[in-house]
C-alpha cells in the first residue's frame, strides 16, 4: 500500500505537535509526505500527490484542509482513483475527524493508522460517508466538504474571528461560546446582527419547500457537528441532510433544546417553520454568504446553490 501524509503547518496546532508528526515520519521513509505552509497551497500540494500512486492519503489538518483537500480529489481528480481518506484532528476545528471518531492526539492517530497498516488490520478502521457537493452556478465552481451553513452561519464564524484571536480559541472553543450566546439571544426571538433573517427560497427533490426568511439554513452529510451537535431529524434515504428554521418559527424558545439534540416536539412541524428532511438535492436562492466546513464565501446576488451527495469515500478513523 503507497501512503501519503498531507500536512498543512498552519492549520491551528502547536508547533510541537508538528514536530512529533515529522519525528514519527522519520520512522516510516517509505511514507511520502509535504508539508504546506498556507490553506491555498493545498490544491498544489494535492496535485503533487497526485502524480504517485496513492492508496492512502492522511490529511493532517482541520476542518477546512480537509475541505481544500477533498475539493480537488474529487473536482480536479489527480488520482486514477479516489484514495482512502485519513482525516487527522491537526487543526482548530475538527468536526469530520470527530464525527468518524478520530482520536483527539493527531500523532497518536497517524501512529495508530500506520500500525494497521503493518498488521494488515486497516479494514477494521474504515468507514465509508457520502461527501457533500456544493455547487454555485453565480460563481461557476464546485466545493466538496461535509457541512453547508448559509447566512447567521456564516455570519457567527466571522463574529467568532473577532472575537478570538488566532488559534485554537478560534476552533471548538471560540466557537462553542458564541453558538451558546446566539442559542440564547434565538431563543428570546432577537433577529438583528448575525441573527438577521435572510431571504431564500428552498427547494428539496425539485419541490418548493418554502420561501421567505430563514434564520437557519444547513446541510451535511455528517452524523454530528462539534459539541454532538445534531440539528437534523428528517427522515428519507438520501445522502443530504437538511435542515431550515423560518424566521418567526413558532414557539422557538421552546424548540431550540429539541433542534440542537434532533429531536424535535410536536410544535417542530413545516407549518410551524421547521422542516428537516434527507434528500438527494437540495437547491437555495439567497443573496447571503455562506461556509464550507468553515471556509467562507460572501454573498452574491440571487445566488443558487445546489447542495447533493454524489459521491461516497471510503474514510479511515484515525
Known amino acids: 500500500m503507497q501512503i501519503a501524509v498531507l500536512n498543512n503547518l498552519r492549520a491551528g496546532r502547536s508547533q510541537g505537535k508538528v514536530e512529533r508528526i515529522l519525528a514519527l515520519l522519520r520512522d516510516y521513509p517509505e511514507v511520502q509526505h509535504l508539508e504546506t505552509e498556507r490553506t491555498g497551497a493545498l490544491p498544489d500540494a494535492v496535485a503533487a500527490l497526485g502524480n504517485n500512486r496513492v492508496d492512502l492519503l492522511i490529511v493532517n489538518g482541520g476542518d477546512g484542509t480537509i475541505q481544500h483537500a477533498l475539493t480537488e480529489i474529487l473536482s480536479a481528480e489527480p488520482f486514477e482513483k479516489p484514495p482512502l481518506f485519513a482525516p487527522l484532528r491537526g487543526g482548530r476545528t475538527n468536526m469530520t475527524a470527530l464525527d468518524l471518531g478520530a482520536q483527539r492526539d493527531p500523532v497518536k492517530g497517524l501512529r495508530a493508522i500506520l500500525r494497521a497498516v503493518q498488521s494488515g488490520t486497516l479494514e477494521r478502521l474504515l468507514v465509508q460517508r457520502p461527501v457533500l457537493r456544493i455547487e454555485s452556478a453565480t460563481r461557476n465552481n464546485v466545493q466538496y466538504g461535509m457541512f453547508f451553513g448559509a447566512g447567521m452561519i456564516h455570519r457567527a464564524i466571522a463574529l467568532t474571528h473577532r472575537m478570538f484571536p488566532p488559534g485554537k480559541s478560534q476552533g471548538v472553543l471560540g466557537a462553542s461560546l458564541v453558538t451558546a450566546g446566539l442559542l440564547a439571544r434565538a431563543s428570546f426571538k432577537a433577529s438583528e446582527g448575525v441573527l438577521a433573517p435572510d431571504k431564500a427560497q428552498v427547494y428539496l427533490d425539485g419541490e418548493l419547500v418554502s420561501q421567505g426568511e430563514f434564520t437557519l439554513l444547513i446541510g451535511?452529510?455528517?452524523?454530528?457537528?462539534?459539541?454532538?451537535?445534531?440539528?437534523?431529524?428528517?427522515?428519507?434515504?438520501?445522502?443530504?441532510?437538511?435542515?431550515?428554521?423560518?424566521?418567526?418559527?413558532?414557539?422557538?424558545?421552546?424548540?431550540?433544546?429539541?433542534?440542537?439534540?434532533?429531536?424535535?416536539?410536536?410544535?417542530?412541524?413545516?407549518?410551524?417553520?421547521?422542516?428537516?428532511?434527507?434528500?438527494?438535492?437540495?437547491?437555495?436562492?439567497?443573496?447571503?454568504?455562506?461556509?464550507?466546513?468553515?471556509?467562507?464565501?460572501?454573498?452574491?446576488?440571487?445566488?443558487?446553490?445546489s447542495l447533493s451527495a454524489d459521491h461516497r469515500i471510503t474514510f479511515v478513523r484515525a
Open 220 to 305: 451535511s452529510t455528517l452524523k454530528r457537528l462539534f459539541l454532538r451537535l445534531n440539528p437534523f431529524w428528517g427522515e428519507g434515504s438520501g445522502g443530504v441532510r437538511f435542515t431550515s428554521m423560518s424566521h418567526g418559527a413558532h414557539r422557538m424558545g421552546r424548540a431550540i433544546p429539541g433542534l440542537v439534540r434532533g429531536r424535535p416536539n410536536r410544535n417542530m412541524t413545516p407549518d410551524a417553520g421547521y422542516t428537516s428532511r434527507n434528500v438527494d438535492h437540495a437547491e437555495l436562492r439567497i443573496d447571503c454568504g455562506y461556509t464550507v466546513d468553515g471556509e467562507v464565501f460572501p454573498g452574491e446576488p440571487d445566488e443558487r446553490i
